[in-house]
Each structure stands twice: as structure tokens, then as C-alpha cells.
């Protein structure tokens, strides 16, 4: 492929062997090329991992024995490359053929801005979006926006909390300056709390209409699989602990557990009860450390505790519904 606009494409393959080519496929149709792709074997086991002779000659093969999870995995990718923009894209996310058109593109149309979300509409279910960003409500929760919602035209272009990590777009200088993800993470929210601690910075997270990609969602671990629940509910209130930003944080703290307990309860539903306090069990043991870095990235916030909560959701029926929080763009 003849590059065309300066960004390098990561994908993450774990168990990936049903859906990498259909990506691969729908990257080798863009009306805008990449610079580069790279592709990490993420540990698959056995006759699920991938190999170099199986791909088309433009990727750049990448190969681990272990699983790095897909924050570590990410961050691996990310290191020796030198374009001015990182996209990282799922193995089972199909970009439409003028997806990467559609972030140069935006690159431009908003020059100050450091992180874009792609649209995304569910694969196997026609005119249903599969999230338009990334949602932060006030108790201490993200979901996805408007995921699951019949939506047959895109949300309009606007500002979101963070983007969604299955086909994001960041600037490598802003990547390497709040570290890639936390490796701790492993998978699972690593993508909010990178949108959060850009929001600390006083980065905010365009979501685009114009850019868009079928997702098929949750191919490796399952979405109520233990693997899926524990990383989950740690990662979850990491985000909370180590992001939560000021006065904010007495404040909400009281919220915050008061939905965690509730959670916790209806997990019984689904036989997880014991596995969500291994969870939390396992989060708070590493209250040190997440403290440590809450201090830290506290000291370093550029910006007003009352402009991070602004840029969160507050209605208790938009968490019950997963509706849609798209902003106009604010002049910056």
C-alpha cells in the first residue's frame, strides 16, 4: 500500500484466526493508505496463533509466546514507531473503506485536538451501533455510547468523554506523554482511564461521524465470561481511584461504592458474586501503588476539577439506557 497519511495502524491478535483477514481485508480497500500496519501475535495458543507467512507482505508481523493483554500488547506495537498519528484497531473491527480518509481528514478540520473515536455499528446487526465513544458517568461507571441502539444514520460529530478503544486515534506524542496504557490493566477500561488521565491534561476526545467501522465485539474473552467480569470490576475501580480528580473525590467516593455494592449483588445473577470481591479483593491490594500514581497524576492535572466533571454524564436513566453523549464541539 502507498502511504497517504502519516499514521501507523496497531492491531492486537488474540485468538484472532475468524475475523483478522475480513480486517486486513478492509484495511488493504482504504482510499487513504497508511503509512505502516503491525500486526502482535499476542500469545494465542497452539494452531490459533497466527504466522508471518499467512499475512499480506505490507504488515509488519510482531510475534509474543505470551499473552501481553491488549494494553500491554499496544504498548509494545508502539514503541519504535515514528508517524505523527498511532490508530489502534481491533481484529474483529472492519473499517469502511474511507475510514482512514475520514481521520486525516479530522486531523485538520480540528488541529488542536490530540484524540479521535470512530463510529461503530455492530457487524451482524444492520443500522445498530456498536458505541459512538465513550461514556463517563459521575458514579464512577463507563459504558460504551449508545451501544445496542438502532441508529441507521451516525451520531452527529462532537466531543466525547474518551474514545472507545477498538479504533482510536491518538498522536504519538500525546501516546508517549501520558505513558501508552497501564500494562497493570491488562485489557478492559485501560482505554477509559487513557482518555481520563488526557482529560487531567486537559485533552479532550473528538468521536466521528465520518469515520466508521463494523465491530463484532468481545471475540476472545466472552461478555459475561469470569475473565471478562474480573478484569472488569479491578479495572473499573482503578479508573475511579487513581483519576478522580480533587474534591471531587470525597465527594463521590460515597457514590461510587454505593453502585459497586449494588453491582456486586446483581452479579449473583450470573453466578459471579464470589469472583466480583475477587475483583475488588484484587484491586485494593494494590492500594499503594494506585495511590502512588493518583498522587501523581494529581500534581501534574492541568485543569479544573470542574471541567473534568462538566465533561462526565450525570443522568442516572442515560447509565440505565447506555444512551448516547455526543457534544457540539467546544472553540479551544
Known amino acids: 500500500m502507498k502511504p497517504e497519511f502519516d499514521i501507523t495502524v496497531l492491531i492486537v491478535a488474540y485468538k484472532s484466526r475468524d475475523t483478522i483477514r475480513r480486517c486486513l481485508a478492509a484495511l488493504e480497500q482504504q482510499t487513504c493508505a497508511p503509512a505502516r500496519v503491525k500486526l502482535l501475535e499476542n500469545g494465542s495458543p497452539g494452531e490459533e496463533r497466527l504466522v508471518a507467512?499467512?499475512?499480506?507482505?505490507?504488515?509488519?508481523?510482531?510475534?509474543?509466546?505470551?499473552?501481553?493483554?491488549?494494553?500491554?500488547?499496544?504498548?509494545?506495537?508502539?514503541?519504535?514507531?515514528?508517524?505523527?498519528?498511532?490508530?489502534?484497531?481491533?481484529?474483529?473491527?472492519?473499517?469502511?473503506?474511507?475510514?482512514?480518509?475520514?481521520?486525516?481528514?479530522?486531523?485538520?478540520?480540528?488541529?488542536?485536538?490530540?484524540?479521535?473515536?470512530?463510529?461503530?455499528?455492530?457487524?451482524?446487526?444492520?443500522?445498530?451501533?456498536?458505541?459512538?465513544?465513550?461514556?463517563?458517568?459521575?458514579?464512577?461507571?463507563?459504558?460504551?455510547?449508545?451501544?445496542?441502539?438502532?441508529?441507521?444514520?451516525?451520531?452527529?460529530?462532537?466531543?466525547?468523554?474518551?474514545?472507545?478503544?477498538?479504533?482510536?486515534?491518538?498522536?504519538?506524542?500525546?501516546?508517549?506523554?501520558?505513558?501508552?496504557?497501564?500494562?497493570?490493566?491488562?485489557?478492559?477500561?485501560?482505554?477509559?482511564?487513557?482518555?481520563?488521565?488526557?482529560?487531567?491534561?486537559?485533552?479532550?476526545?473528538?468521536?466521528?461521524?465520518?469515520?466508521?467501522?463494523?465491530?463484532?465485539?468481545?471475540?476472545?474473552?466472552?461478555?459475561?465470561?469470569e475473565f471478562a467480569t474480573f478484569h472488569g470490576v479491578r479495572n473499573r475501580l482503578w479508573v475511579f481511584l487513581r483519576n478522580t480528580p480533587g474534591w471531587a473525590f470525597p465527594l463521590l467516593a460515597p457514590l461510587h461504592a454505593a453502585i459497586t455494592l449494588a453491582l456486586w449483588l446483581s452479579a449473583a445473577r450470573f453466578g459471579h458474586f464470589t469472583l466480583f470481591g475477587k475483583a475488588l479483593g484484587a484491586a485494593l491490594k494494590d492500594w499503594p501503588r494506585i495511590m502512588r500514581e493518583r498522587r501523581a497524576l494529581q500534581a501534574n492535572r492541568k485543569v479544573k476539577v470542574s471541567e473534568i466533571l462538566s465533561a462526565m454524564t450525570w443522568n442516572p436513566f442515560a447509565l440505565l439506557t447506555r444512551a448516547a453523549d455526543v457534544r457540539a464541539p467546544k472553540e479551544r
Open 53 to 225: 507467512d499467512e499475512l499480506p507482505d505490507w504488515v509488519e508481523f510482531v510475534s509474543s509466546e505470551e499473552n501481553l493483554g491488549f494494553a500491554g500488547g499496544n504498548n509494545l506495537l508502539a514503541q519504535d514507531v515514528e508517524t505523527d498519528w498511532l490508530v489502534l484497531l481491533n481484529p474483529d473491527a472492519f473499517p469502511h473503506s474511507d475510514w482512514i480518509s475520514a481521520l486525516k481528514a479530522a486531523t485538520t478540520r480540528f488541529p488542536e485536538v490530540r484524540l479521535f473515536g470512530s463510529t461503530q455499528f455492530a457487524a451482524d446487526q444492520s443500522g445498530v451501533l456498536d458505541g459512538c465513544g465513550d461514556v463517563y458517568h459521575g458514579f464512577g461507571l463507563a459504558y460504551r455510547s449508545g451501544y445496542g441502539k438502532r441508529w441507521p444514520s451516525p451520531p452527529p460529530t462532537g466531543e466525547v468523554f474518551g474514545p472507545c478503544g477498538a479504533a482510536l486515534l491518538i498522536r504519538r506524542e500525546t501516546w508517549q506523554a501520558l505513558g501508552g496504557f497501564d500494562d497493570a490493566f491488562f485489557c478492559y477500561n485501560e482505554d477509559v482511564d487513557l482518555a481520563y488521565r488526557a482529560r487531567l491534561q486537559g485533552w479532550p476526545t473528538i468521536q466521528l461521524a465520518e469515520a466508521q467501522i463494523d465491530h463484532l465485539g468481545y471475540g476472545s474473552s466472552g461478555r459475561r465470561s
